[in-house]
C-alpha cells in the first residue's frame, strides 16, 4: 500500500490506515478516498475526486440547491427561528410563515466541509450554518452529481 499518492490538482493524498482511506486535508475541504471495499481501484478513485474538483464550484452549487429542496420544510417546521416559549410571539406571523427561513438564506448558510469519493458514490458533508444548531447535514450524491439522501 502506498503511504501517499499526488494529485495535481487536490494535493496529497496520505494513506490513513485505521479509516483505510486516503485523505488530502489541503485547502477548506477535507477530502477522502474510501478503499474499504475489497477491490477498489485507487487511480480511478483519484480521478473520479480531480473530475468532481474541476466542477466543484457547479456541483456545490448544484448540490446546495438539492439540499435546500429536500431539508427545507423540515427546517421551518421542526427548527423555528423564534422563541416557542416567548409570552409575547405573535403565532399569527408563526403561521402566516413570516419566522421561515427562505431558500436562498438556507443556500447562503450552507458550507461544504467533507468529500469521501466512495465506490458507487459520493458522501459529502455540509457545515449548516446554524440552522440546525450547529449539526452537520450529511448527504450522498451519484457520480453524476443527483442528490440520493440529505439528513441532519
Given at each position: ?56 464550484e457547479e456541483f456545490d452549487k448544484n448540490a446546495k440547491k438539492a439540499i435546500v429542496e429536500k431539508l427545507i420544510a423540515y427546517k421551518n417546521n421542526f427548527w423555528p ?72
Open positions: 500500500m502506498e503511504k501517499s499518492i499526488k494529485s495535481e490538482l487536490i494535493g496529497v493524498f496520505t494513506y490513513n490506515e485505521q479509516m483505510k482511506a486516503y485523505e488530502a486535508h489541503e485547502g477548506k475541504i477535507h477530502w477522502k478516498l474510501d478503499i474499504s471495499h475489497e477491490g477498489v481501484d485507487v487511480k480511478e478513485m483519484k480521478k473520479s475526486a480531480e473530475k468532481l474538483f474541476i466542477r466543484l427561528e423564534y422563541d416557542e416559549d416567548d409570552e409575547n410571539l405573535d403565532w399569527d406571523a408563526v403561521e402566516a410563515g413570516e419566522y421561515d427561513v427562505t431558500k436562498e438564506q438556507f443556500e447562503k448558510a450552507l458550507t461544504l466541509y467533507d468529500i469521501v469519493i466512495r465506490v458507487n458514490d459520493f458522501y459529502c458533508e455540509y457545515d449548516d450554518g446554524d440552522l440546525f444548531g450547529g449539526h452537520r447535514i450529511h448527504t450522498h450524491f451519484d457520480y453524476d452529481g443527483n442528490l440520493l439522501s440529505a439528513d441532519v
